[in-house]
């Protein structure tokens, strides 16, 4: 596959995400095959890769979409997600989204605020309609993962606190137009350690418990996603899925006829995406030397937002004996436009095409125009 990507990338301009839709299907046949005889729902998560092509397979598996904004909302519909598939989170829902999500009848809204639940109802009345709300908790659970794509601590934005659910049951009882129909849990991202969500089931089962000595039965339970990839080995074919849907299997204890959701989508997309890139120079530095690629944080800012690992690989090297030490780093004007630091490839040098590995996710959603980049292509294959 690579000797194939290579030879078609050395006719075409890059940057350039090259997606391979193979590994794709690969992922989700494992998916199904693990989640469908749960009876369990998966969601896709929308925000991590966007293009309609990746999003139309997805959807031909089955899976709904979860979304964070309206404009997500949208792109699930038009590529063939079912309304009644999607959920809409997010802890700035404007009002346009919110109508527009009312007016396609939507799954649910995974509420993240008191203030959002009063906006929500004060729109649904004005419409006539009934939104169906799941309250998204803040369950200050630790995901031990980086503190940017940590989500369910107390200090971070996302969600409702414990113990403002009895100010919220108040709301709930003045709201007529609004019907609590679950729970939504996230606890963070890229959590390659299954304790974590051991830890969440544990903590939802307590929460539950609130809620049924208050009398209220909820429908579904959503435990939102963050299984991670190893960005280490992004040849490694299959997230292992069947010993991540068993801790929730082990470990959560449902209600009667309580349906479980779930909200992936790195472990879906992550692995499948290469970003391709042309070395530009090699610039020799006192201590070090220099890739200089043609690809920058614009075309992939996480290793500049988080410090994030990504295999870099020089694909036109194969043969190669030799190896050097190179930073390798982008075009943009700012110094934290670097992929990686000191990274062992063989002797590079001008128009030698470098992989940076597991770019499936966040990457390409996350583009910019800095510096007045163009947006770099999609390549399927």
């Known amino acids: 596959m690579k000797i194939a990507v290579l030879e078609k990338v050395k006719n075409l301009e890059t940057p350039l995400y090259v997606y391979d839709t193979q590994k794709l299907r690969r992922n989700l046949d494992a998916l199904v095959s693990a989640f469908q005889p749960l009876g369990y729902h998966v969601h896709y998560a929308v925000k991590a890769n966007t293009n309609k092509e990746i999003m139309g ?32 989170a997010g802890v700035g829902k404007s009002d346009a989204e919110i109508n527009k999500a009312l007016d396609l009848d939507i799954f649910c809204f995974n509420c993240e605020s008191i203030a959002e ?10 419409k006539n309609k009934k939104a169906r709300i799941a309250l998204r908790l803040n369950p200050n659970v630790n995901a031990y993962t980086h503190s940017y794509i940590t989500t369910g601590l107390e200090e971070n934005k996302f969600g409702i606190n414990i113990w403002e659910l009895d100010k919220v049951l108040g709301v709930l009882k003045r709201a007529k137009n609004l019907e609590l129909k679950g729970l939504h849990f996230h606890i963070g991202s890229q959590i390659t350690e299954l304790t974590p969500f051991k830890n969440l089931c544990n903590r939802v089962n307590e929460i539950q418990e609130w809620f049924f000595n208050h009398q209220i039965i909820l429908e579904h339970i959503n435990v939102g996603g ?6 280490h080995q992004p040849d490694l074919e299959i997230p292992d899925y069947q010993a991540y849907f068993q801790v929730f ?6 209600r009667p006829n309580q349906s479980l ?3 992936l989508g790195r472990s879906i997309v992550g692995n499948m995406g290469t970003l391709m890139s042309r070395v530009l120079y090699i610039k020799k530095g006192v201590k070090t030397n220099f890739a200089i690629l043609d690809a920058g944080m614009t075309e992939l800012i996480r290793p500049a937002l988080y410090q994030a690992y ?24 700012e110094s934290s436009d670097s992929f990686g630091k000191a990274v062992d490839l063989p002797t590079t040098e001008r128009g030698d095409i470098i992989a940076i590995r597991s770019a499936g996710a966040y990457a390409e959603v996350m583009a910019s125009s800095y510096n007045l980049r163009k947006k770099a292509d999609v390549l399927l294959v």
């Open 117 to 126: 639940l009063e906006v929500i109802d004060g729109l649904a009345h004005k």
């Open 249 to 254: 299997r082990s470990f959560l204890t449902l």
């Open 57 to 88: 397979i997805i959807q031909s598996y089955g899976l709904g979409a979860d979304c964070v904004s309206g404009n997500e909302v949208q792109r699930a519909i038009d590529c063939g997600f079912a309304a009644k598939d999607v959920v809409f």
């Open 226 to 231: 963050g299984l991670g990839i190893d960005y």
């Open 261 to 263: 959701h779930f909200e």
């Open 310 to 333: 990504h295999k870099i690989e020089n694909w036109s090297k194969w043969a190669e004996p030799n190896s050097e030490k190179y930073d390798v780093v982008g075009p943009i004007c």
